[in-house]
């Protein structure tokens, strides 16, 4: 079965806050592990989770997994994309649609809190010390 995997972010009115994602995304494609590697953008944003789900499934995906890129369990996560994936569910009944957990869940984030912190500090001085 081919396995298609959206990952899913807010959006923003800036065009360029979404250049994050648009990057995972591209080096999640370049590993090659899905047949079809597509993001998409909840609001303010191009392509709409809609768009992206269609595309999968124009590209022969039976199955399609979708990967909130959020850190808090806030509405989005809770309702809205639940609902979104019942939606196109029922719109696309022969394809296995599954929504993981969010991204800010995941055991590794409190790695890559330590990651950044430390990254940080070897990399700034004090400014007792200038």
Known sequence: MKTALI???HGSKN???GDPL????GEVKKLGLYDVVEYAF????DPTP???????????AGRIVIVPFFMQPGA???RDIPALAEKAQKQFASVQIIVTDYAGAHPLMTRIVLDLVATSISSTTNISER
């Open 22 to 25: 648009r990057q995972v995304a």
């Open 76 to 78: 989005h996560v809770a």
């Open 42 to 45: 909840l609001q303010h944003g």
């Open 15 to 17: 065009s360029r806050s």
């Open 50 to 60: 809609q768009n992206a789900i269609e595309s999968c499934v124009q590209q022969n």
């Open 7 to 9: 990952i899913l972010g």
